[in-house]
Structures are given as structure tokens and as C-alpha cells.
């Protein structure tokens, strides 16, 4: 029998009280004991957590308070209504890029306790109910409903739909985490966490843009053919039924109020069906489905060994690229760059205030990978240490890693340039754009590989958001602010000539700055890589030590 069949669930308390509703005081001690033996670890998880906590009440209230002062305007309800919106959708992405920010998301680990489904989802609500999020939650639906809210219709739909929006998006989540669970504690589970950085910066990116064009539109009004399809969807359908309400449209109110209601009552049920299944099904991963994976990646190492050059420099260049492939550190850090040097220029081209030098952007992004090089390799850099006996190792090693690094940032950097150039028309200023980006990108290999030999700093692998060991943060401070700035000391030139071509009327020759920009990249990338080679040849034992920490 499983263990989810036996009666635990429908037992009495000593108290009194069902079994139910004591597994509920139960898990919501247990969620309020896991909050405060985690406080309790360090001074500076207090710290965070206290002014997390005041910076999302603050915005809370600010929020609730703008709502309220917004009540009684023409176009507010299309406005609450994708805000409700927006926020179920970051209810559902929340546990897949934070699997780890709440220890009871994880419901395997009652795997071997004797509960019921119905009576676990109950307690799981309940403590899931206990935290920052849903107290935001919680204030953006009272303020959202309070706008809206006309007559007494109106208010005994809000007295329903503020909680039902609250119990939506936490069922929401919790019936994602669940169906996930597998996946977010496998390593492809911790690649996506690590990858939540990009999805925050784009969407910053995005809201930016589209406040933009709110603001070119002429206000809220341009947001009703969104709202207008949103406010059918829950949990924005129950804030939805409160405008429909007081506006006396009852009957699509009640539609709209039944369809969250039904949301939540599927959610709840796909919970339950994800829980019975994570607790009573193995795990069908096995060694013999991993077999292929593992001979098609041999092959396709044994094809990439071929393509790269001979001697030392092929297989360092095939190790960093397998760096950019396989660590989830070094994956974020790559994609996350190379996300944002294309979506900064293209973003401003497509709003016609960019310029074609935007997409030296790129450049710089995708340039900064080259700090901290061996950072990367973590304690197993001593395996590579054991190969570098002269400055002359030293230089090979470092060479064959910005070659890696060209492979990528190369290519992308004209595509972007191009693509910024095309998208504004302006072919004209192409040729010292990409001149200018070529140059910044050589400065930024030689100051990185200058910093990766003077300030290596070890890069922790056990949370998403670690990317400095203890103690070290200053050292990245240094390596990289002191090298971006030393980069574009570098660049001088090239940004001289450019501004002193505009300003004599010299347009014809800025083409000249392309093959100059390119030529002085490779120069000044050379003489970065040679000053860096003797640094790192003889600083071995303090190189290792500092990527070994932590």
C-alpha cells in the first residue's frame, strides 16, 4: 500500500482538533522555524532578508497607494487587470528560476511521511500563504480590486476576488514547483536557476520599452486591447469580475469570477495529481538513458578537437568552450551577455533614438568574460597550473582561452553592429562602428587577461546568485571596474580619431577607422597577453589559492 493511501491525514490531534487542520499548524510552524533557523546562520542573511523585507513593503504600500489614488480614472481597469496578470505570470516562473528559496517548494522530501494528497495540499497552501510574496501579493490585489470597485455589487465581488487572486497564484506556483520538482533539483534544474539573471534583465528591458511606448501612446488607454483579453484570464479574470460588477454587467462578472474559481479548483486538482505521482513513481532517470547522451557528446568533442588548432592551443580552447557549454556559472554569464549587447542597441534602434555605436555595447559585454579566467576552473586549477612551467606555458594558455573566447565574441560582434545599422538605416557610420567595437573588444582582452593574472578571485558553485567567494568581493571590484576603466583608457585613440573625423568634416575616410580599429584590437589584445604571461607563470601558488577559496 502507498504510503499516501494510509489514514494519517484524517486522524485527531490531541487537541481536539482534525487531523487536517493540524497538519496545517504543523507545516505552518514548520515554513516560520525554516525562516528563522536560516536568519539565524549569519548576520549578513539577516541583514538581506530585513532589507528585503522593507523594500518590498515599501513597494507594497507604494503600489497599494497609487491604486487608491488611481480609483475613479477612465482607463484603471485595464491597467489592474495586467498587472494581474503580469504577476501570475511571475508566479509561475518564480520556482523555476528559485528552486531553492524556499526549502518547502521541494515536496520530495515527504516522500517517506504517511499523508494524504488532499489534507499535504491543504497544509502546503497554508504555508506557502506565509512569507514576502504573498503579503505583496495580497496588497496588489486589495489595491487593485479598491480601484475598480463601484456600488455594493461591486464590493462583495472584491471581498471574493482580492483572497481568490491570492490563492490562485500561490496554487499556481506550487502546482508548477511540483510538476518540476525533478528537473529543478537535477543539473539541468540548476542551469535554469542560474539563467533567471537574464530573464530578469530582459524583462527589464522589455518593461522599459513598453513604458516607452506607453508614454509615446498618450497614456492608459492604449493598454485596453491588451486588457481586453487579459481580463478573461484568471486570475486577472476575478479583478475583471469586479469592474464587470460595477458597471452592472452581473452575468459577465459571474462568468469571469467562475473562471478563476475553475482555475483554482484545476490547479488544485494538477497539484494533487503531480504530488501522488512525484511521491509513488521512481525516477526514471538510469545510466542506460544517459549511455547515448554521453557517446554523442564524445563524438561531437572528437569533431570540435579536429576543427581547432594543433598543440596546446586546441585543447584549452576546447576546454573553455565545454566551460561555456556545460558549468551553469560560465553558461549564465554567457548567455546573459550575449542577450543583453543585442537587445540594448536593437531596443534603442527600434525605438529610433539609438546610434550604430550602441553596439559597441556587445563588445563590452561579451569582452568581460575574459576576466577572471581562471576563476572558472575553480580548485581544478591546479591541474593546469601543473602544465605551466614558463612564461612561455603561461602565454600559450592564455592565448588559446581569448581565442576561444573570439570564436563567439567575434562573429556576434558584427552581426550586432550590422543588425543596429540596418535597423537605423544609418550604413554610413558602420565602418568606424564596428572599427570602434573591435578595438574596445582587444582592449578588453588584454585588461582581462592582465586582471585574470592580478586579481583572481575564486567563483562559488553552490547558489545561483554566488558569484564572488566571501572576502573576495573587493578583488572583483578591482578586476573588473579597474579593467573596464583601463579599457577605455586603451580605446583613446580609436575614440579620438572617430570624434576628430566628425568634427573636420573628414567622412570619407572614416572608413580607414575599420581596418585601424581591427589592426589596433589585435595589437593591444597581443601586448595584454604578453605583459599578463610572466604575472601568471609566476604567481601559480597565489593564483590557486585565491580560486581555491571558498
Known amino acids: 500500500m502507498s504510503v499516501l493511501d494510509t489514514p494519517v491525514g484524517t486522524a485527531r490531534g490531541r487537541d481536539g482538533t482534525s487531523g487536517r487542520e493540524g497538519l496545517v499548524t504543523v507545516f505552518v510552524r514548520l515554513k516560520l522555524t525554516l ?57 509561475a516562473v518564480m520556482p523555476l528560476f ?48 479598491f480601484a475598480v470597485a463601484h456600488g455594493t455589487a461591486g464590493a462583495v465581488f472584491a471581498v471574493v476576488s482580492a483572497p481568490l487572486t491570492l490563492l490562485l497564484c500561490v496554487a499556481l506556483t506550487r502546482a508548477v514547483a511540483t510538476a518540476n520538482t525533478r528537473l529543478l533539483t537535477s543539473r539541468k534544474g540548476r542551469d535554469l536557476a542560474v539563467l533567471s539573471g537574464l530573464v530578469i534583465a530582459v524583462g527589464l528591458q522589455v518593461v522599459n520599452f513598453g513604458a516607452q511606448r506607453l508614454g509615446q501612446a498618450g497614456g492608459l488607454s492604449a493598454l485596453e486591447p491588451a486588457a481586453d483579453v487579459v481580463r478573461w484570464l484568471p486570475p486577472a479574470s476575478a479583478v475583471g469580475a469586479v469592474d464587470s460588477a460595477s458597471r452592472g ?221 566571501p572576502g573576495q568581493a573587493g578583488l572583483a571590484w578591482i578586476s573588473l571596474v579597474g579593467g573596464m576603466v583601463s579599457a577605455a583608457v586603451l580605446c583613446a585613440p580609436v575614440i579620438t580619431a572617430t570624434i576628430w573625423l566628425h568634427a573636420a568634416d573628414l567622412e570619407q575616410w572614416l572608413w580607414l577607422l575599420l581596418p585601424a580599429g581591427a589592426v589596433y584590437g589585435a595589437l593591444i589584445s597581443w601586448a595584454g597577453l604578453r605583459l599578463a604571461a610572466p604575472r601568471t607563470a609566476n604567481r601559480l601558488p597565489e593564483i590557486l589559492a585565491a580560486v581555491s577559496k571558498g
Open 249 to 469: 454587467l452581473y452575468g459577465q462578472a459571474a462568468v469571469q469570477l467562475l473562471l478563476s474559481v475553475a482555475a483554482l479548483f484545476a490547479l488544485l486538482w494538477l497539484w494533487r495529481r503531480s504530488l501522488v505521482k512525484l511521491m509513488t513513481a521512481p525516477d526514471g532517470s538510469t545510466l542506460a538513458a544517459a549511455g547515448p547522451v554521453r557517446e554523442k557528446s564524445d563524438r561531437s568533442g572528437s569533431r570540435l578537437s579536429a576543427l581547432l588548432p594543433a598543440g596546446r592551443t586546441g585543447p584549452v580552447m576546447e576546454r573553455s568552450l565545454r566551460y561555456v557549454a556545460r558549468d551553469p556559472k560560465t553558461k549564465a554569464a554567457w548567455v546573459t551577455a550575449l542577450a543583453i549587447g543585442l537587445i540594448v542597441p536593437l531596443l534603442n534602434a527600434l525605438q529610433g533614438v539609438g546610434s550604430v555605436y550602441f553596439s559597441c555595447f556587445a563588445a563590452g559585454m561579451l569582452g568581460i568574460q575574459m576576466y577572471n579566467q581562471f576563476g572558472q576552473d575553480t580548485s581544478a586549477f591546479w591541474m593546469v597550473a601543473l602544465t605551466i612551467s614558463s612564461t612561455r606555458d603561461a602565454y600559450l594558455e592564455l592565448r588559446a582561452r581569448a581565442l576561444a573566447l573570439l570564436l563567439i565574441t567575434l562573429p556576434y560582434t558584427i552581426l550586432v553592429t550590422v543588425l543596429t545599422a540596418a535597423m537605423l538605416g544609418d550604413w554610413g557610420t558602420l565602418p568606424d562602428a564596428l572599427g570602434l567595437s573591435l578595438a574596445l573588444l582587444g582592449a578588453m582582452l588584454a585588461t582581462g587577461a592582465v586582471a585574470s593574472a592580478n586579481f583572481p578571485y575564486s567563483i562559488p558553485q553552490d547558489g545561483a546568485f554566488k558569484n564572488v567567494a
Open 98 to 145: 528559485f528552486p531553492s528559496g524556499d526549502e518547502t517548494l521541494d515536496p520530495s522530501r515527504l516522500v517517506m511521511l504517511p499523508l494524504r494528497p488532499r489534507p499535504l495540499i491543504a497544509a502546503l497552501l497554508a504555508a506557502s500563504l506565509v512569507g514576502i510574496g504573498p503579503l505583496f501579493t495580497l496588497c496588489l490585489a486589495v489595491g487593485s480590486v
Open 35 to 91: 525562516l528563522r533557523n536560516g536568519l539565524r546562520q549569519s548576520a549578513g542573511r539577516r541583514a538581506a532578508y530585513i532589507t528585503s523585507v522593507v523594500f518590498a513593503l515599501l513597494i507594497a504600500a507604494s503600489q497599494l497607494l497609487g491604486l487608491i489614488l488611481m480609483r475613479g480614472h477612465a482607463h484603471v481597469d485595464a491597467l489592474v487587470v495586467l498587472l494581474t496578470g503580469v504577476l501570475a505570470v511571475g508566479w
